[in-house]
């Protein structure tokens, strides 16, 4: 099993930053990948950012240029810094992972973040 616990959630105004952070314990020696989704009030679970065991990331169009998704592999943490926040980036954010041995992927239980006007 793999647990992950996030942090860093909150309420900002548009044009602020905020950074989440998520920690993974346990079964983490074959975690290749691990990444940000999001789900907003009536919308579905979207991807937000990725990063590989190796470094490679991806990002979701609406937030290139804006968020960094980043890792620290001896912490066994990835980060989320979101600059330039919008209105429409409010939603609960969700931190996962993927293993491969065996195969699975992990959820953690979701931070909201808010964005005012």
């Known amino acids: 099993q793999v647990q992950l616990v996030e942090s860093g959630g909150g309420l900002v105004q548009a044009g602020g930053s905020l950074r989440l952070s998520c920690a993974a314990s346990?079964?983490?020696?074959?975690?290749?990948?691990m990444g940000w989704y999001r789900q907003a009030p009536g919308k579905q679970r979207e991807l937000v950012a990725a990063?590989?065991?190796?470094?490679?990331?991806n990002y979701a169009d609406s937030v290139k240029g804006r968020f960094t998704i980043s890792r620290d592999n001896a912490q066994n943490t990835v980060y989320l810094q979101m600059n330039s926040l919008k209105p429409e980036d409010t939603a609960v954010y969700y931190c996962?992972?993927?293993?491969?041995?065996?195969?699975?992927?992990?959820w953690g239980q979701g931070t909201q973040v808010t964005v005012s006007s």
């Open positions: 996962n992972a993927d293993r491969v041995i065996p195969p699975n992927r992990y």
């Open positions: 990063i590989t065991s190796g470094g490679s990331t």
């Open positions: 346990g079964s983490i020696f074959s975690i290749v990948a």
